[in-house]
């Protein structure tokens, strides 16, 4: 060992002496002294490595409290980070799709920080079923008998098969064996189900004859699957849920519906393509009908199914409703967010996705020329920047082949240069608040529907 080495050795301070530092002590009442001391180990073993490899100390060792400040607060850091969604598309998976309205996140911390009546009854003081409340209020809103809340809808078309079908076969047009997000396909849930699959017509045409015909005596269910993610145009058939339910109760098979995201108001009304309702389905008769939660719905990540009583009791007696259930504060937010639907004249105003989704472009453009003109002496010598039209997109699957009128503010590296617009995105990505946009066409757009207010964006940019 070189006699520089040793010098810079005697140099570290002992970890007891770090503990008693006047900028420390603060630090071990708040965390404690198990965490703060492992931290300073740490540090003072990076330091033994510099010196061993290098001879010389890390920069950060002339202010060791300073180091453990950074390294404290990177560690307390949220991996679920929120960020700036500017991406245009409103239901994003990968940022977590539909925001809580208010009174769901009121809820949530009501259910977080109480008991709750989870399985409790308070009539009789023993023990109830936690999907009974918000089963109560699906029913009023939906039209059906009874209902049942599983962790996503994955999870709520695996249960309805496995309760209903398991061993049997399962009737689906062909053209409805979809594959959505994260590789879920149709046929592979048959399979974990236990289901056999029938599948009738052909990609573009099914008429109800082939339903008909394909019905033997092992069929325990035709289904209906919402393609939502992908659209077929030009000579096409497909079977109506009323045509399909009448079938089933002639033949005594059960029917089914996955609707996927599903929505439980008319979407026209509010100038948005038309989106299958629940409600509909139930009045036309189908046994069974599944969709999400976090979708066009507006609530937390949920399966909910909806139907028949005496098919729900047999979902809600099966074994792996106990794995796949949701707790209470899941029941919570949903039960919130149910209860605005009890008030459509305010749902617009109360419901964080349909408020988005339902954006005025011009506000959006009005938005643009205002960050526009403050953000010009901060970017205008690097990027051109400009208020443009463009399309934003439901997402997660809803919808895809319609766009939805939008203005983004974008920036135009003025050198040209792609790097120039990653580094960008880069330091943005780096941000206390992430700002998450998209590159095309040689520019950064910052899609701005989903954007509240101006000083949201500056705000998050000061980070």
């Avoid at 700036?84 to 977590?96: I, S």
Wanted: aromatic share 4%; glycine share 8%; charged share 20%.
């Amino acid at each position: 060992m070189s006699s520089q080495s040793q010098q810079l050795y005697s140099q570290l301070p002992a970890i007891d002496r770090l503990l008693r530092h006047d900028a420390i002590t603060p630090y071990v009442t708040q965390y404690g002294q198990t965490l703060i001391s492992d931290l300073l180990r740490q540090m003072q073993a990076e330091a033994r490595d510099a010196i061993k490899h290098q001879e010389q100390l890390p920069a950060w060792s002339q202010d060791w409290p300073k180091e453990l400040q950074h390294r404290l607060d990177k560690q307390q850091q949220s991996a679920l980070r929120p960020v700036l969604n500017l991406t245009g598309t409103v239901l994003h998976t990968n940022l977590g799709r539909a925001l809580l309205a208010q009174p769901a996140v009121d809820a949530v911390v009501q259910a977080m920080q109480c008991n709750v009546t989870l399985e409790y009854d308070l009539q009789g003081a023993g023990r109830g079923h936690r999907d009974r409340a918000v089963a109560d209020l699906l029913c009023q809103l939906t039209g059906a008998e009874d209902a049942c809340i599983v962790n996503n809808n994955a999870a709520a078309v695996l249960l309805m098969l496995a309760a209903v079908a398991a061993g049997q076969q399962v009737v689906v047009s062909r053209g409805e064996l979809v594959e959505i997000g994260g590789a879920f396909r149709i046929p592979d849930v048959m399979r974990q189900a236990g289901c056999q699959l029938i599948e009738v017509g052909t990609t573009n045409r099914t008429h109800l004859a082939d339903y008909r015909t394909a019905v033997a005596e092992q069929t325990a269910l035709l289904m209906k699957v919402h393609t939502s993610n992908y659209r077929i145009e030009g000579f096409t058939a497909a079977v109506d849920e009323t045509e399909l339910a009448a079938l089933g109760r002639e033949l005594g098979v059960i029917t089914a519906t996955d609707l996927g995201s599903g929505s439980l108001i008319d979407m026209t009304q509010y100038g948005l393509p038309a989106e299958p309702m629940p409600q509909r389905l139930i009045a036309a008769g189908i046994d069974l009908v599944t969709f999400s939660g976090d979708k066009l719905l507006g609530g937390p990540q949920v399966g909910i199914i909806v139907g028949k009583k005496a098919l729900i009791a047999r979902l809600q007696q099966h074994p792996l409703k106990r794995a796949l259930r949701v707790g209470k504060i899941t029941l919570a937010a949903l039960e919130a967010t149910l209860r605005l639907y009890q008030q459509p004249e305010l749902l617009q105003q109360q419901l964080p996705t349909l408020r988005q989704l339902t954006r005025a472009p011009e506000q959006m453009q009005q938005l643009a020329q205002q960050l526009q003109q403050q953000l010009e002496p901060q970017f205008g010598d690097r990027f051109v920047l400009a208020g443009e039209a463009c399309w934003s997109q439901i997402g997660s699957g809803s919808l895809p082949a319609d766009r939805l009128p939008s203005h983004a503010l974008t920036f135009t590296p003025r050198d040209g240069r792609g790097a120039t617009l990653m580094a960008l995105t880069q330091q943005w990505h780096q941000l206390a608040r992430p700002v998450i946009g998209r590159i095309a066409d040689g520019k950064l757009w910052l899609d701005l529907r989903c954007l509240e207010s101006a000083e949201q964006l500056l705000e998050a940019l000061k980070g």
